[in-house]
């Protein structure tokens, strides 16, 4: 029977629960259909009254009646494809506050004066007692956020699932509310007293708000002290309702069991001063009192992806440490807390469990890259059998150090707490290897984006980097549904340009100042994340919102850039970016030069080559928008730093006066030398991978595009040895070593798994799990599977898969908003009768690839043998020979055979005449 469905319905990008402050909350669906080629003919959207009708897919906003707040609207879809069938779905969403004053206000504890550097306070308790009017709930939901980070109980349960929130915004600017639906933690009758008196309890500790942050471990960046806002609203079955809010009628205190908790030093609980389920056994409630906040942000209902609990992982060995201490390697590095099962304890006993990411050689926790880090739980016991784990804190860690208690009497579970990721891409091939280094990257992505795109999250850092997630949001991209994500996380780039253009290297710069002394400053790669990130974004999900929001904040950076850039020199000149290297990062821990201030001395090839970029894909996000005119003049700028790169920094032949691999790598990915030198400047770039051992020497801004400029410009093979490289420094000598997440130092363990970089003026810069590197994974999808969007949101892409390095098999799949693509191909040794037998019996083999391409969408493929053809909706089969001319398709399926060079290729194909 032929079939239509709806695969997916989505408001805001979540097909469950999605609680919204928007107005016009966007809706995304996708379909697929067994009928090869099949297309939506019709589909009609309605929700409350409003319908629209079309056959788009994306984005499509909500334009009805203005909808009204604590609200729950049923959407509804209606598609009709073009041979008739139909497909129903529906959803909810819920609107937020949309507006609608707090009826309460802020509180806190008049009595907590927090004054102590470099700590963070010490958590506070909030509690309110109260016996609803009625019995009969029909709906409660509590509205809540803080100053600090909270965790609301209702009777003694835990309320919502989420870690960390309200989350990590620009708390000047943005701050997110939760809603949650607490009907049945009302309707339980658990707890309540007799006089139906339910007791709400909020432990707010410092979170970064007003926490210790950044490695300078300043505190009270954005509060003196913690504050909770909330507000509980119950419907009653007889229509009437109440409101509860915060105010001095609620109780505070700071003696409940959470006795510290600090992002970067851990947690301490003393569960013998656990409050009871109505906080009974708390001794010290006094008053709450209203608070006044320092900032007044707009206050949003939460709309990026917030941090919950996932993996669960048993340790895989259990050895005794140098001081007695009991070691737990969890096999896996990640970002995180434990979860104890403590079996049999004592009142009073203290358990203290420390963590790290490597051992040192005494078999012992290495923890001195954690720098001032403490990364540490403590619990103390009561009585008895008990689980713990820590909420108001994470660590990055593989092992565990346990003091305290006799391993027989516990057992320890790693937790990993990451951002709640739909996961939409994955990529296996023929060599374990590079299996091993897809598993690390998508696992340096789980620690890094926690609530924000972080660089690390073991050390006293765990900032939101613009750079490393410039570089790394295409792979995330590919791996994850990144659109929530990064969409918050670019409100705050936004809220924090600075008026100059510039904008701050760590975003929400949350305490960190730098470049203090030149506010206006743009700094190359990692402001750049303000237009690339977006872009991506784009890419990826095809909703243009993205780019229209931040298109006044691109084009006020870019200008700052070019700013920056004509300021020193005459013609061409203007073009190269000079800037001191000092307020650059240039090529950041480039392997093949030791010293910091020899990757900043890049700076002139790296900001030069970001300018083209920034302008160049400026270009595109203005003809996207209808600005064409902005377009020509982004371009215009592009044109001329590729010239002055070229014609100043190269001998105008290919050949860069000053050799290092980024300085090729970036003009090769990026274009800018004429198309007529780019195969020269790539044979340049593979002498140099060559006499290098065939061993990266490229930074942050180079490592992402290396193999991409070596490939796709004739050197496919030195790519592949590249990649496939197991010696120092390279990804696979990562995976050698056993790593199990990306490191930022490609030399972080030598062949005796023991970290050699001692004091290098870094300052301890060393963590193993820094996703910034594993940016190659794009290649992966983009080259080896050979999957590209020619369209936003892979309405039509490209599948051209550059096989090499004696792979015998890859494949990848990948959830497009349209659907899954997958693409798996086989090199087989070909059999005389189905390769036609060669003419001069060469030995041959046989190259075959099977794809899906989902419904709406179309495929442009590419064989290795560069022959070309359409594929649309369904599922294919071709075949070439390797060293043959044609292709031969298998399948039954009507493609149409396009030349190559008369078919859009994906824009990052299209040379510079
Ligand atoms: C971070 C990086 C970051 C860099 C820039 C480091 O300390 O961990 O990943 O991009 O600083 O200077």
Redesign the pocket.
Known sequence: MVMLSIDRLAVENLEHGCVSDNEHPRMSFSTSSDVPGERIAQATLSVNGWTHTGTEQIAIPYQGEPLQPFTVYPVTLEVTDASGNHASAATTFETGRLGTPWKGSWISDPNYHFTAKKVSPTPMVFRKRLAPKQQHIKRARLYATAMGIYEFSIDGHRVGDQYFVPGFTSYATNLQYQTYDVTDLFKADGDVDENGTHTLMATVAGGWAVGSFVFTRKNRISADRQALLAELRLDFEDGTSETIATDESWEVCESGPYRMADIYDGETYDATMELGPDGQHGTQWHPAAVETLRHSPSITADYGSPVRAHEIFDPVSRTKGPDGETIYDMGQNFAGVVRLHIRKAHQGQRIIVRHAEILNTKGGLNTTFLRTAKATATYTCVDGEQTYMPHFTYMGFRYVSIEGIDPADIDVEGMALYSDLRRIGDFECSDARLNQLQDNIVWGAKSNLMDIPT??PQRD?R?G????IAVFAPIACANFDMERFLEKWLRDVKAEQHRGGGIP?TVPAQGYGFPATMPTMAIDW?GDACVLVPWVLYQANGDATVLETMYPVMKKYVKACRFWAGLVGFGRQRYIWHTPSSLH?GD?VAPDVPKMSQWQQRSKWTATASLNNTSRTLAKVAHVLGHQEDADRYNALADKVADAYCTLLSDGKGRMKSEFQTAYVLPLYLHMFPRRLQATAAANLARLVKSNGYRIGTG?PGTPYILFALADNGQVDTAYRMLLNTSCPSWLYEVKMGATTIW?RWDGLDENGECPIGDDGT?L?I?YN?Y?SGAVGDFMYRRIAGIEPIEAGYRRFAVHPVPGGGLTYAQAQFTTPYGTIHVEWHIDEADAETSGENANNEHQQQFTIELDVPMGTSALVTLPDESSRNAESGHHRFSCGLTDETAEEITEQATDAVPAAAATQPENQQPRD
């Open positions: 660089d690390c850092e900032m980097w613009t750079g490393d290297n990692w990062f950041w942050f930022e300052d810069m963590s820094h910034a």
